[in-house]
Antibody, heavy 122, light 104 residues
Framework: QVQLVESGGGLVKPGGSLRLSCTTS????????VSWIRQAPGKGLEWVSY????????YYPDSVRGRFTISRDNSRNSLYLQMDSLRAEDTAVYYC???????????????WGQGTLVTVSS | EIVLAQSPDTLSLSPGERATLSCRAS???????LAWYQQKPGQAPRLLIY???SRATGVPDRFSGSGSGTDFTLTITRLEPEDFAVYYC?????FGGGTKVEIK
């Protein structure tokens, strides 16, 4: 079955860096768009980034552009998020998710990992 | 930039009752791009509905989606105990703020 497992979260000081990983199985990772979506404690869902199968297309909202970098290794079925210059407002659970292959333009996510918590605090 | 407004914020209902959740877009959107998710405490979101009205794999038929243009609805015909959760709508890069369905 489809699985996505995030790792790499933890406590980091403001200005620090962290690298999240998402290991996947059960689907053709190299053919699919994948994404990072976050949820601050008690809040709603927010897009962080997505990446195309060949890495040719990536997206970041203004809130993380220039600080976060998404990447993937199709040979390892893995997705990554390098987070630099972290701020308190980046504190959230970070989910990796697959974008529905049948309708990539919708950015609908059909499978999600369980999430990894990133806490930015001094 | 499209903004999605969900209402109500909280819906208090009893098991067996019908739930009707609303998602209103700030401008007309394609039905193909409207999705609904369910999230329970401590869990990841789960895709329920995509393309405004298509149920995702394994989703019970008591869940249905409808709507077009700026107004979309998620209906749960008879609430089961496991349906009490927060529901989010999404249109591409926009998520609604969520509706919590709680036990009355």
């Amino acid at each position: 079955q489809v699985q996505l497992v995030e790792s790499g979260g933890g406590l980091v000081k403001p200005g620090g860096s962290l690298r999240l990983s998402c290991t996947t199985s059960g689907f053709s990772f190299g053919d699919d768009y994948v994404s990072w979506i976050r949820q601050a404690p008690g809040k709603g869902l927010e897009w962080v980034s997505y990446i195309s199968p060949t890495s040719a297309t990536v997206y970041y909202p203004d809130s993380v552009r220039g600080r976060f970098t998404i990447s993937r290794d199709n040979s390892r079925n893995s997705l990554y998020l390098q987070m630099d210059s972290l701020r308190a407002e980046d504190t959230a659970v970070y989910y990796c998710a697959r974008i529905l292959p049948a309708n990539i333009y919708s950015l609908t996510c059909d499978y999600w990992g369980q999430g990894t918590l990133v806490t930015v605090s001094s | 930039e499209i903004v999605l407004a969900q209402s109500p914020d909280t819906l208090s209902l009893s098991p067996g009752e019908r739930a009707t959740l609303s998602c209103r877009a700030s401008q007309s959107v394609s039905s193909n791009y409207l999705a609904w998710y369910q999230q329970k405490p401590g869990q990841a979101p789960r895709l329920l509905i995509y393309g405004a009205s298509s149920r995702a794999t394994g989703v019970p038929d008591r869940f249905s989606g409808s709507g077009s243009g700026t107004d979309f609805t998620l209906t749960i015909t008879r609430l089961e105990p496991e349906d009490f959760a927060v529901y989010y709508c999404q249109q591409k890069l926009a998520f609604g703020g969520g509706t919590k369905v709680e036990i009355k």
